[in-house]
């Protein structure tokens, strides 16, 4: 009965202005239709090397313990110094991006979900970084977050990709849980990963 459970709450929430033919000039464009759990940033204190502390609600929170998404690590500079954050308790996120990046590497975030539990305790996670942001995690029927792992999509004997594939997770029992859901994101123009529209939606 817990797989019917889990896409059931998947569909709840899932956004039925994803088949629209809008063109997005980019991902935070894109999310902002997601029915988004964080809307507007919020002041954190970061500390230790690179920003991989933070204090959040009097906690101090390591995020070099933080559980990885599988392919996900945690680094000490993958925050670079330029770090949003934002709230809507008992949640929390901050995402960043390593100064050390180029290439097709800028198409990497780091995002790190926060939550509090009882007696005080926060749990952290570190979601998929591709074309990641704190502005797609949004919550399902059951107050649960949910987030995107995104992969390219290439056409046969195609070097280039055509779009990405959205698979949606649940973090259940803190455990990162497929839903069952996609949405698929066709690119507009050739090489251009940023401006593209909602091919499909599962």
């Known amino acids: 009965m817990k797989k019917p459970f889990l896409m059931f709450a998947g ?3 899932w956004p039925l202005s994803a088949w629209s033919q809008t063109v997005y000039d980019g991902y935070e464009a894109y999310y902002a239709t ?6 507007t940033t919020t ?3 970061f500390s230790g090397s690179r920003n991989t502390v933070v204090s959040w609600q009097g906690k101090r929170i390591d995020l070099a313990r933080a559980r990885a998404f599988p392919g996900e690590f945690t680094v000490n500079d993958d925050l670079g110094s330029d770090v949003k954050a934002y709230e809507h308790f008992p949640f929390a996120c901050v995402e960043g991006q390593s100064s050390a990046s180029s290439g097709t590497a800028v198409r990497h975030w780091s995002v790190y979900l926060m939550e509090m539990r009882s007696k005080h305790q926060v749990i952290a996670y570190k979601l998929p970084s591709l074309f ?3 502005l797609a995690v949004r919550l399902d029927a059951f107050k649960r977050p949910l987030f995107n792992n995104a992969d390219y999509i290439y056409p046969p004997g195609v070097d280039l990709p055509s779009g ?3 698979d949606e997770y649940v973090i259940d029992k803190d455990k990162f ?3 069952g859901h996609s949405v698929t994101l066709e690119f507009i123009e050739p090489e251009n990963v940023w401006k593209f529209r909602v ?3 599962k």
């Open 199 to 201: 091919k499909d939606v």
């Open 43 to 45: 002041p954190f204190h």
């Open 177 to 179: 849980v497929p839903t």
């Open 34 to 39: 997601q029915n988004s759990l964080f809307t």
């Open 132 to 134: 990641a942001s704190c």
């Open 11 to 13: 569909i709840v929430y």
């Open 164 to 166: 990405v594939t959205l």
